[in-house]
């Protein structure tokens, strides 16, 4: 049973993680505007996003969520691949979803162009 300080300390958590990855992109997003190309300018902050927004159900804990690049680093660290194989398949169905969104994005920045 988790208390009620555990579930501030979450909340305060994902909190301070939301506003770190809006920094985070909008700095990159500056960064990566020096590339030529819109296309792969937006596929780098796609990629980012994923990479970054991606979570997995802890182990332990039914119900918290943990950013999936840490949970599959550390499971992967210790020589669990069964453990980090979740995090890897929720990259995957991201990396999938987000693929679809940039297709789409590309089509909508096409016609708007014309």
């Known amino acids: 049973m988790i208390d009620a300080n ?15 990855f809006v920094v985070l992109f909008y700095m990159m ?21 994923v990479l970054i927004l991606t979570p997995v159900e ?5 119900g918290w969520w943990i950013p999936a690049w840490l949970f599959a680093g550390y499971e992967l660290i210790l020589g669990d691949v069964d453990a980090a194989g979740a995090a890897l398949f929720n990259f995957g169905v991201a990396g999938l979803i ?14 708007v162009r014309k």
């Open 98 to 111: 987000m693929l679809l969104v940039w297709i789409l994005d590309l089509v909508r920045y096409r016609l």
């Open 29 to 49: 997003k500056a960064l990566f505007r020096i590339l030529p190309l819109y296309g792969f300018r937006t596929l780098l902050l796609s990629a980012l996003m």
């Open 6 to 20: 555990a579930s501030l300390a979450y909340g305060i958590f994902w909190a301070a993680y939301a506003v770190a």
């Open 58 to 62: 802890s182990p332990d804990l039914a």
